[in-house]
Antibody, heavy 121, light 110 residues
Framework: EVQLVESGGGLVQPGRSLRLSCAASGFTFDDYAMHWVRQAPGKGLEWVSG????????GYADSVKGRFTISRDNAKNSQYLQMKSLRAEDTALYYC??????????????WGQGTLVTVSS | QSVLTQPPSASGTPGQRVTISCSGDSSNIGRNTVNWYQQLPGTAPKLLIY???QRPSGVPDRFSGSKSGTSASLAISGLQSEDEADYYCAAWDDRLNGPVFGGGTKLTVL
C-alpha cells in the first residue's frame, strides 16, 4: 500500500524558515517524480514544487521561487521542502504527492494527508 | 486567480448527469493532457481522470473526461450523494514550466 506521510509543519514567524519532510513507502521511490502541492485554508490547490526521480530536474511555482528548495534522498525514501523567508501567504496545508512516472509533468496518483504550515507573528 | 478556469459551483439531483468545464489556453490545455482530481470534504485530493479521459483503476465509469482545443470537461452520470466534493482540473503549463490547477468546482448533490 502506497503511503506518503508529511511532517515538519507548525507555527512559524514571518521571515523564518521551516523544513518539511515526506516519508514514502509501498512503492519503489526512485522510480517516480515527487511534488509538493499546497492548499490555503478554504482555497484551492496550488502546485509548489516538483523533482524528478534522480533530482536532475526541479521546478518551482513563481510564488516560491528563490525561497523554497526541493530535494530528495532516494536511500531514505524521502523528499523534503526547505522553506525560507516565509510569508503569511505561505500559510497552507502542504501535501506530498507522487507522480505516475519518473517525469515531473505526469499527474499525481497518490497524496499524503498534509502538514499544516502557519506563518504568523 | 487560477490559470485554468472552472465554475465555482455545480449541482444536481441523484441520478442526474452533471458536467464541469475547465478552460485554459495554448500553453496548457491546448498542448498537454488534462487531469481531474476529486477532493472529498476533509480529505486529500484523489486522481479521478488522467490523460484527458482515462480512469485509474477503482474509479467508477460514471466519471468521464474529454478535451477539445483549450477546454476540457468532466462528466458525472448517475449522480450519487457520495459524489459531493470539490473537483479540480489540472494540466502542465509549458510557459510556467509546471502544472497548473483550476480554481475548483464545488459539486452539491441536492
Amino acid at each position: 500500500e502506497v503511503q506518503l506521510v508529511e511532517s515538519g509543519g507548525g507555527l512559524v514567524q514571518p521571515g523564518r524558515s521551516l523544513r518539511l519532510s515526506c516519508a514514502a513507502s509501498g512503492f519503489t521511490f526512485d522510480d517516480y517524480a515527487m511534488h509538493w502541492v499546497r492548499q490555503a485554508p478554504g482555497k484551492g490547490l496550488e502546485w509548489v514544487s516538483g523533482i524528478s526521480w534522480n533530482s536532475g530536474s526541479t521546478g518551482y511555482a513563481d510564488s516560491v521561487k528563490g525561497r523554497f528548495t526541493i530535494s530528495r534522498d532516494n536511500a531514505k525514501n524521502s523528499q523534503y521542502l526547505q522553506m525560507k523567508s516565509l510569508r503569511a501567504e505561505d500559510t497552507a496545508l502542504y501535501y506530498c504527492a507522487k507522480a505516475t512516472s519518473v517525469s515531473v509533468w505526469e499527474p499525481f496518483d497518490y497524496w499524503g494527508q498534509g502538514t499544516l504550515v502557519t506563518v504568523s507573528s | 486567480q487560477s490559470v485554468l478556469t472552472q465554475p465555482p459551483s455545480a449541482s444536481g439531483t441523484p441520478g442526474q448527469r452533471v458536467t464541469i468545464s475547465c478552460s485554459g489556453d495554448s500553453s496548457n490545455i491546448g498542448r498537454n493532457t488534462v487531469n481531474w482530481y476529486q477532493q472529498l470534504p476533509g480529505t486529500a485530493p484523489k486522481l479521478l481522470i488522467y490523460s484527458n479521459d482515462q480512469r485509474p483503476s477503482g474509479v467508477p465509469d460514471r466519471f468521464s473526461g474529454s478535451k477539445s482545443g483549450t477546454s476540457a470537461s468532466l462528466a458525472i452520470s448517475g449522480l450519487q450523494s457520495e459524489d459531493e466534493a470539490d473537483y479540480y482540473c489540472a494540466a502542465w503549463d509549458d510557459r510556467l514550466n509546471g502544472p497548473v490547477f483550476g480554481g475548483g468546482t464545488k459539486l452539491t448533490v441536492l
